[in-house]
């Protein structure tokens, strides 16, 4: 080709690069007519409204709105529509496993650390602009005293500024601290995520004493209920076993958390998940047979049967169902929890299923079918609002005008049955509407190459 010809062609490409982004938000305009809504604003439904999205918000919600001419009619006569669900403890790799999650009407993850560079950098990136079929994406840098699990280490202050700086610059919205940093670390991470805008999230940090000294540092979330096992029913040096902390101990629990004014991760999911195949191989097994493996990848049917789960010895259901009752007393008590599973790494634990067997376990653990659905919605818009102030985020996890409009429809009242919300008849997130058809095209070629290898 002609050089001239080559660099006009060159020219062409690099505008047509700059406009794709452009496009691939159409100003459109969506209306889902005669709705009946489950907002989460508060415990109440609204029957019969119409629900305008524009650019990706909710415009406007009414009875007798008046429908702009060139929006999209979406007749949702006798359906409902609840916001949209987030899972706030994932470790999800790849734009199938988030495609995988939008069908099962997730559309918003928080990614709890290990994400590759190109994961929690291009990937996210093209996730939250509505370029890729995906919820929006919310990352975390973990980081750790040692490299004993795998995490970015960091000894001391200096070390500390420095990787919040490198959050900051590769987009992640949190700093998950782990096990063994120093105190001295934990502090400058604290003070350098107020600087930045960058919150504490995670563990158990054995060198500060105590969940209490973590969250009057600041930390904002506790990333699983049973850190309360290791940090505060027993001291965070304590070999406690397998053994069971008093219910005695549960309200000094409340008034812990309470006091700083934190979310916790309300995981039953996980911790039941791990007693369930505990010395238990068959467990295992049966999950790896189950129909939902046709949406697990090579990877993870690979590596579930070596976890090793199933060759310890013992009995964790004890402490499940106490995990059970300390999140009905958090929640009974007014205390934020957000939903998260910690899905794919953990046996059993599969993308999006598992946060609907979370949401079925709060319920049986006694939370209303209110504060359960709010663990997943409104919740977690209150902990990405927290956070990210100073990002000029529209709110999500409500139905609310100036909200983001993720939203499930559905064909019954969630609040009488959350097992609806598994199978959504239509998900919206960035402002594209999926109906249940096109959930479906976009998970049944995934599947596909899954059996194929
Ligand atoms: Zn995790």
Redesign the pocket.
Known sequence: MDLILRFALALWLAGLALVLPATAQPASRIAFVNANLVPMDRERVLRGQTVLVENGRIAAIGPRLVIPADARRIDARGLWLSPGLADL?T?VQTRDDLAIYLSYGVTTVLH??EASNAFAGRTRIAANDGTIPAPHIYTVLAVDGSPRYGHLVVTNAEEARAAVLLARANGYAFIKVYNTLSADAFAALTAAGREFGIPLVGHTVTAMGGLDRQLAAGQLLV?HAEEFIYSYFFAPDFDSGQSVPSDGAIAGAVALVKRHDAFVTADLVTYGIIAQQWGKPAAVRAWLASPETRLLSPRYRLDWPNAGYDRRSGDLMPRAAFLGRLVKAFADAGIPLVSGT?AP?IPGLFIGDSLHRNLALLESAGLTRYQTLATATRNAGAFIARARARAGEPPLGMIAPGARADLLLTRTNPLDDLSTLRQPLGVMTHGVWHDRAALDALIAPIADRYAAR
Request: hydrophobic share 30%; aromatic share 0%.
């Open positions: 403890h470790h709890m650390g990333a910690d790494t």
